[in-house]
């Protein structure tokens, strides 16, 4: 396009500062503090081929699965998640008896040892309904103490124990395999302190994050960590996965934002790193072996993490582009041109559209009248609304000129901005709804990331539905493949291609989900034997009797 013609067409754009929208809600929920506009604001439009839309599904009710647990929770094979090796049972784990539920009830109180069948069945399912175990009793702490207690004494019982947060995880990793204990966090809920000087925020493992993220930004701070999930998921099982979400360009893996955790060990003992400091070089910085350990190491209980200072300038752009090749360098152009002030870079393919627009409920189409093949969102978030709106006006001017950006929209409000983030967002919880999908979480060089998404619709044909969508700016796909039902044939024609191929460009099997069940077997992919039994050697240290999260995490050969 001529510069003088994109120039025009930017001038027409008015105000585009928008309040932080409060992401993974529905966009009516919000009230703009701005000068409500009732149309997106078209920056720029170029006739194109049109692309065929192709695609399925999206939102509602992501507990169906849990609701719809069989009530006797019989262990079901796990082939529709993994083709991983089936396994029995370890025998060396004792069995639930009477005298186990009576010792519960004497630190916990009745109310604290769950066995109702219902309820115990929620617990049992993940919320896709993927993974369901066997276990008869959940068991519900409210202090460090009673996890230490209770870990003591099914350590001394070898009683397998399995930690549970929000149960939102997508590896299996926060159910029974079999017949596990359930130790449920969600009664350990405080916040215990907030510095609001240097932003540092202490509090319990079963905080909702979102109920974290309300209570720093009325202290004008944010939580460095945003999920799709975060309604639900807990701040103890976040850290636990090591979980990276859509603000990690920005601020950073949750390695580097931890500042300290108080961890309960397999035989009860209490590690006290609950530190604030920003700087302790003294010795080895152990909380590092917890942050993505999946609960197998030991339970984390109470956590102390950094939160950035909340910006007053927030601007969502909703972008087109016409291949891959364009986003990648509308991604490098977005690092160049908007600096320090790029907090977030998503990327969607034209399937991905088709399914939330299909199933997630008050989305809109913000780009209705353009089926091209890529979309990508752009957040920008900064302390000078004038120099951040400069700033991305010539980011966009650029990329209109040098053809990167098809068409696209600024949000001129905050519904409007919830409306992009929930669309984003929304795509997980959208595939669930088709019936069967198949999700897998790589670390992929950008150049290539999007290669694999193309093989895998060349190999299942019209067999089931491929999506690709994620965090382009730090090198992470979510490939989502949905069908109608789980089946064996579909899984075969994905696995182990999909780790194979991964594995050949040098890439990890899971950039932010964790291991889990479902890829235990599968490190061997990413990780060296070395480094490998290097981590069966941690694990038989820190839990001698394997009781913590057992099947999950490594492989059963190696412990």
């Given at each position: 396009?001529?510069?003088?013609?994109?120039?025009?067409?930017?001038?027409?754009?008015?105000?585009?500062?928008?309040?932080?929208?409060?992401?993974?809600?529905?966009?009516?929920?919000?009230?703009?503090?701005?000068?409500?506009?009732?149309?997106?604001?078209?920056?720029?439009?170029?006739?194109?081929?049109?692309?065929?839309?192709?695609?399925?599904?999206?939102?509602?009710?992501?507990?169906?699965?849990?609701?719809?647990?069989?009530?006797?929770?019989?262990?079901?094979?796990?082939?529709?998640?993994?083709?991983?090796?089936?396994?029995?049972?370890?025998?060396?784990?004792?069995?639930?008896?009477?005298?186990?539920?009576?010792?519960?009830?004497?630190?916990?109180?009745?109310?604290?040892?769950?066995?109702?069948?219902?309820?115990?069945?929620?617990?049992?399912?993940?919320?896709?309904?993927?993974?369901?175990?066997?276990?008869?009793?959940?068991?519900?702490?409210?202090?460090?103490?009673?996890?230490?207690?209770?870990?003591?004494?099914?350590?001394?019982?070898?009683?397998?124990?399995?930690?549970?947060?929000?149960?939102?995880?997508?590896?299996?990793?926060?159910?029974?395999?079999?017949?596990?204990?359930?130790?449920?966090?969600?009664?350990?809920?405080?916040?215990?302190?907030?510095?609001?000087?240097?932003?540092?925020?202490?509090?319990?493992?079963?905080?909702?994050?979102?109920?974290?993220?309300?209570?720093?930004?009325?202290?004008?701070?944010?939580?460095?960590?945003?999920?799709?999930?975060?309604?639900?998921?807990?701040?103890?099982?976040?850290?636990?996965?090591?979980?990276?979400?859509?603000?990690f360009i920005r601020y950073g893996s949750l390695h580097g934002n931890v500042l300290g955790l108080e961890v309960v060990l397999a035989d009860g003992t209490i590690l006290d790193m609950l530190t604030t400091l920003r700087k302790d070089n003294t010795g080895y910085d152990?909380?590092?072996?917890?942050?993505?350990?999946?609960?197998?190491?030991?339970?984390?209980?109470?956590?102390?993490?950094?939160?950035?200072?909340?910006?007053?300038?927030?601007?969502?752009?909703?972008?087109?582009?016409?291949?891959?090749?364009?986003?990648?360098?509308?991604?490098?152009?977005?690092?160049?041109?908007?600096?320090?002030i790029l907090s977030a870079f998503e990327f969607m393919d034209h399937h991905c559209i088709d399914l939330a627009m299909q199933h997630l409920e008050g989305v809109q189409n913000p780009l209705p009248a353009s089926p091209y093949k890529f979309y990508v969102l752009v957040?920008?978030?900064?302390?000078?609304?004038?120099?951040?709106?400069?700033?991305?006006?010539?980011?966009?001017?650029?990329?209109?000129?040098?053809?990167?950006?098809?068409?696209?929209?600024?949000?001129?409000?905050?519904?409007?901005?919830?409306?992009?983030?929930?669309?984003?967002?929304?795509?997980?919880?959208?595939?669930?709804?088709?019936?069967?999908?198949?999700?897998?979480?790589?670390?992929?060089?950008?150049?290539?990331?999007?290669?694999?998404?193309?093989?895998?619709?060349?190999?299942?044909?019209?067999?089931?539905?491929?999506?690709?969508?994620?965090?382009?700016?730090?090198?992470?796909?979510?490939?989502?493949?949905?069908?109608?039902?789980?089946?064996?044939?579909?899984?075969?024609?994905?696995?182990?291609?999909?780790?194979?191929?991964?594995?050949?460009?040098?890439?990890?099997?899971?950039?932010?989900?964790?291991?889990?069940?479902?890829?235990?077997?599968?490190?061997?992919?990413?990780?060296?034997?070395?480094?490998?039994?290097?981590?069966?050697?941690?694990?038989?240290?820190?839990?001698?009797?394997?009781?913590?999260?057992?099947?999950?995490?490594?492989?059963?050969?190696?412990?």
């Amino acid at each position: 396009m001529p510069r003088r013609e994109a120039a025009r067409l930017l001038r027409r754009l008015g105000p585009i500062a928008v309040q932080s929208p409060k992401r993974g809600m529905p966009h009516n929920q919000y009230e703009s503090t701005n000068h409500a506009v009732n149309s997106y604001r078209r920056f720029h439009w170029i006739p194109s081929v049109q692309h065929p839309l192709c695609g399925p599904t999206s939102s509602g009710g992501i507990y169906e699965g849990q609701r719809s647990a069989n009530k006797a929770c019989e262990v079901q094979k796990r082939t529709f998640g993994s083709a991983a090796t089936q396994f029995q049972r370890n025998p060396a784990y004792s069995v639930l008896n009477s005298d186990d539920i009576a010792y519960f009830k004497s630190i916990l109180g009745e109310n604290g040892v769950v066995q109702d069948e219902d309820r115990v069945a929620v617990a049992n399912v993940d919320w896709m309904g993927k993974y369901r175990g066997a276990s008869q009793l959940v068991l519900l702490p409210k202090t460090t103490t009673e996890v230490s207690k209770i870990l003591s004494y099914c350590n001394t019982k070898r009683l397998a124990v399995v930690p549970q947060g929000g149960n939102t995880g997508l590896v299996g990793g926060s159910v029974p395999v079999f017949d596990e204990v359930i130790v449920g966090l969600a009664g350990m809920n405080k916040i215990i302190s907030f510095d609001n000087v240097n932003g540092i925020l202490t509090c319990e493992a079963g905080c909702v994050l979102e109920n974290l993220s309300t209570f720093v930004e009325n202290e004008g701070f944010i939580m460095p960590l945003d999920l799709g999930a975060k309604g639900s998921c807990h701040i103890g099982g976040n850290i636990s996965t090591n979980a990276g979400g859509l603000r990690f360009i920005r601020y950073g893996s949750l390695h580097g934002n931890v500042l300290g955790l108080e961890v309960v060990l397999a035989d009860g003992t209490i590690l006290d790193m609950l530190t604030t400091l920003r700087k302790d070089n003294t010795g080895y910085d152990l909380k590092h072996l917890f942050i993505g350990s999946e609960g197998s190491l030991g339970v984390v209980t109470k956590i102390s993490v950094l939160t950035p200072a909340k910006l007053s300038s927030t601007n969502v752009a909703f972008l087109s582009c016409n291949d891959y090749t364009s986003c990648q360098k509308l991604l490098l152009a977005a690092r160049r041109s908007l600096g320090e002030i790029l907090s977030a870079f998503e990327f969607m393919d034209h399937h991905c559209i088709d399914l939330a627009m299909q199933h997630l409920e008050g989305v809109q189409n913000p780009l209705p009248a353009s089926p091209y093949k890529f979309y990508v969102l752009v957040e920008t978030t900064g302390s000078d609304e004038s120099s951040d709106k400069t700033k991305l006006e010539a980011f966009l001017l650029r990329s209109m000129e040098d053809g990167l950006v098809a068409d696209g929209v600024i949000a001129q409000d905050i519904s409007q901005a919830s409306n992009f983030w929930r669309i984003r967002e929304g795509i997980s919880e959208a595939s669930v709804k088709v019936g069967a999908v198949y999700k897998y979480d790589l670390s992929i060089t950008v150049e290539k990331l999007y290669d694999i998404v193309e093989e895998m619709r060349c190999r299942l044909g019209d067999n089931a539905e491929v999506l690709g969508y994620g965090h382009l700016g730090d090198g992470n796909l979510h490939l989502n493949i949905v069908s109608s039902k789980y089946d064996d044939n579909i899984l075969a024609q994905i696995e182990p291609f999909v780790y194979e191929w991964t594995s050949a460009q040098r890439g990890s099997i899971s950039a932010e989900h964790g291991l889990g069940l479902m890829k235990a077997e599968k490190i061997h992919y990413s990780k060296s034997p070395e480094a490998v039994q290097l981590m069966a050697s941690i694990k038989k240290l820190l839990d001698p009797k394997s009781i913590l999260n057992p099947y999950k995490v490594l492989p059963q050969s190696v412990l």
